[in-house]
Structures are given as C-alpha cells and as structure tokens.
C-alpha cells in the first residue's frame, strides 16, 4: 500500500512518552507509528531529523467575532494566524452580533467558518432560555460548550452578551443544572458582579491612564469570590464546569481547596504567564485584558498550578481589535475594548517553558492539546497514535522564534503590543491538519474552508 504521508526521523510524543519513529498517514488519520528504520511507500515523505513531532494545539478560548466585524479581521485571516502557530482545532466563542445564542445562530456560524477556516473548530453558544428543551436544542446543535459570564453585559454590547452575562447567582445555579441534565460543558467567565461593579465604580474617581486602575477596577477577589460560588453550587448541581483564564495565586488557591468535590476543569493563557502589570503599564490599553493581568507572584504561582495540574488547559483568548477601536480609548483603563492577539504564541510560550526545563514536554502537550481532547470529547483529536486526526506539528527545539507585529498574520498585528519583540525558544516548522501541511514555516499552503466542524461525541 502507498501511504498518503509519512514523517520520518523525528522524535514523536506518543501517549506513552517520546519514542523515535516513522508517523504513517493515510486519509487524513495516523494509521501507524512505525519503527525508526521503516521505510514504507508514500506520496509525501517529510524529513523530521533533529526536530520534534508533536500533536497540534487545541485552543479551547477563542474570539475571531466572524461574520460581523469583518474590520477586526476574518476566519480567513485568524485561522491562518492559529496554524502557523500550530494550533489545528480552535473553539470559537459566541460573543459576536448577534451573539451566537441559538441552533439557528450555531449552524448560520459553523457553515460560515465551514468554507473559510484553516483550522478545525467548534463552536460555544449561549443560553437564552433557561430551559432543558433549549439547552438539548444546544446540543443537538453541536454546540462545543455552553459560555456564560457572571458579570452584567458591557454598556452597549447587549446584542453580543444575549444569553450570555448571568449576574444573577441562582440564574447560574440554573445553568449549572440544566448543563448537567443535557450533557453540555458550562464554561464560565467567573468575576462577581458586585465587586467589580462597586470596585469599578471607585477606580472611576482615579487615574484612569494608569494601568494599575483597571487591576483595581477588576481585583483578584472579585476572581476567586465568583469561582468559589460556582464551585460551591456546582457540588450540587454536578455539571462539567470550566473556569476560563484564571488569572490569580488567589483563584489558584480557590481551585486548590475545591479539588476532587466536583467535575470542574480551569485554565489560564499566555499573557497572564508571561507578563505582570509593569508590562501592562509599558504598552498602554493594547494590553487591557478582562480580567486583568496581575504581579509577579500570580504569574509564578499560574506556573506551579500547571506543573502541579490544578490548571489543565492554557489557551489564548485570542481578541482581535482594530487598531482605531483601542486608539480611540488610548489613556482610559476603564473603557478600552478588552482583549489582546494570542493564537500565535500560546504555543511558542509552552514550547520556550519545556526548553528552559519548566515543564516536561509531556505536561505541556497535556496542556496544549490530550486534556482539551478528553475534556470535550474529542477522542480522534490531541494525540499522536493509530486511529487519530492526523493533526501534527513539527518543531524544532534548538532554534528560536521571534515575534514582531510584521511577522504576525493575525489582521490584529498592530494591536499586538505586549508580546511584539518577545523571542521564545523552539520553532515551528510546519503544521498538518489531518494529514495536509497548513503551514510550511513560510507560508499558508491550504486552501481555506479545509478546516471542519468538531463536536462532542454524544454522552449517552
Ligand atoms: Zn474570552
């Protein structure tokens, strides 16, 4: 038989650790990890001497808006940006207007990505009706996950927030429940309202060009009070919860205490483990993020709880602005648009932490890619073995990348302020969407719309 692609000569991080060998595909799935000495027929045979084969990041927290504000960029465009930052499944949240809160608005959305994107994804949606014949009508739907804010929706954003800004705790206690009941991951934004809308209100009388004002706006407790409370509810109401970008030692703390009491599952990103509010003060409101990114002992405390596993995922958040909407707040910490590009360092951020000996390659690809797969149900996804999504990356561990706004293919590049610059340790070289090279080192090398719909495989 001649095989569609094999990768030869790399070392291949498998389910049961790095091992050297021969990745075989064949109609898009690994059909084999052969010995290193194989040489079976193929098509295309890719030399991985020296390098690392790795699976493709799952980013489970991204924002890409499309179909509206095509001015903030297009699945086209932040697709491509996420392959060539070797993500190859990406779950698009449903802040966009109108907010994706219906089956109709979930299918509307997944045929639209459907013929632009350059990644796999799925799709979150947001509960309207707080009902279990609307949160079934979900599922069926192929919602990915359910998201939901704890906070009040912005001033004048309600058409994106509908269904999804649940202040109210026994609103959430619903959701909890009828999660739960429809087999639907509850994925939450979790800050108190009372405290943010109280702490906001007295950040108002101070310097608003200051970045410490929207730390201040936004404090760590407002954090850990909304994810104790919903860990607390979630004891009775025995969802699978997920807790998007913690960003404190005092959330970590939170997590720690409520280990093994419930199915829950947390992450943080990039920006809140690389950066602390110094970097915030130094690029200005291109770097205002909700919530927002705090001081050197919660970056190093985010470390400890992804080596010691009480956060499983790091995501992006990915967040493209235009640069007139963040120009137009420059020197307000209070009203900027919240949010900062990502998909094309989430994993140059990992790769650098297993080179300077952080992580093991083993946790950081756990991190990346195995934990997303298993906590959404994606069993072909997230793994190197026979029987997988031929979702690969290789990388190269002794060279470096540099990020600058010109290297960047996100349409979000000049907003892109925090990590412009940044040089982290290890290089992609190429990404493989089931069994296609999406990304040659160089350049986009698919066509769009080559990427497909992924959803839970059905609980039942
Ligand atoms: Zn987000």
């Not at 021969?22 to 390098?51: H, K």
């Not at 001033?155 to 705790?169: I, Q, Y």
């Not at 994606?378 to 999504?389: F, H, I, Q």
Request: aromatic share 6%.
């Amino acid at each position: 038989m001649t095989l569609d692609m094999v990768i030869r000569g790399g070392q291949i991080l498998t389910p049961t650790g790095l091992r050297d060998g021969t990745v075989a595909v064949q109609d898009g799935r690994i059909v084999a990890i052969l010995p290193p000495e194989s040489e079976p027929d193929a098509r295309e045979t890719l030399d991985a001497f020296g390098a690392h084969v790795l699976p493709g990041a799952i980013d489970i927290h991204c924002h890409i808006r499309s179909p509206a504000y095509p001015n903030r960029g297009s699945v086209q465009s932040e697709t491509g940006a996420a392959a060539k930052g070797g993500i190859t499944t990406l779950f698009e949240m449903p802040i966009t207007d109108p907010c994706c809160n219906s089956p109709e608005r979930v299918a509307l959305r997944r045929d639209h990505f459907a013929t632009r994107s350059l990644t796999d994804f799925g799709m979150f949606a947001a509960p309207v009706e707080l009902t279990e014949a609307a949160f079934f009508a979900l599922r069926d739907a192929g919602a990915i996950a359910l998201k939901i804010f704890t906070t009040a929706a912005p001033p004048d954003r309600d058409r994106e927030f509908a269904g999804l800004a649940w202040p109210d705790t026994e609103a959430q206690m619903t959701v909890l429940r009828l999660g739960a009941k429809a087999g639907l991951t509850v994925f939450v934004h979790a800050e108190n309202e009372a405290l943010v809308a109280n702490a906001t209100a007295r950040a108002a009388a101070l310097d608003r060009s200051c970045a410490a004002t929207h730390g201040l706006a936004r404090p760590p407790e407002a954090e850990a009070a909304a994810v104790a409370s919903l860990l607390a509810m979630n004891m009775v109401a025995g969802a699978r919860l997920h807790i998007a970008h913690v960003t404190s030692a005092l959330t970590v703390e939170v997590l720690r205490r409520f280990a093994g009491t419930s199915d829950f599952s947390a992450e943080t990103c990039p920006h809140y483990l690389s950066f602390t509010e110094a970097d915030v003060a130094r690029v200005g409101v291109c770097a205002r993020i909700n919530p927002p990114i705090r001081h050197e002992i919660d970056r190093t405390t985010l470390w400890e709880a992804l080596s010691d596993g009480t956060l499983a995922h790091v995501t992006t958040d990915h967040a493209a602005f235009a640069p007139e909407e963040k120009a137009a707040k420059e020197g307000d910490f209070l009203t900027a648009p919240p949010g900062h590009p990502g998909l094309e360092t989430l994993v140059p951020t990992l790769l650098d932490a297993v080179v300077m000996g952080t992580l093991p390659m083993e946790r950081a690809w756990a991190l990346l890619a195995g934990n997303a797969a298993t906590r959404f149900r994606l069993p072909s996804k997230g793994r190197l073995a026979a029987g997988a999504d031929a979702d690969i990356i290789i990388v190269d561990m002794g060279e470096e990348t540099h990020i600058t706004q010109a290297t960047l293919l996100t349409n979000a590049r000049a907003i892109s302020r925090l990590t412009d610059g940044r040089r982290y340790k290890g290089r992609i070289l190429r990404t493989i969407l089931r069994g296609e090279t999406v990304w040659n080192g160089t350049a986009i090398t698919a066509p769009p719309g080559i990427g497909r719909f992924v959803k839970p495989e059905d609980p039942r």
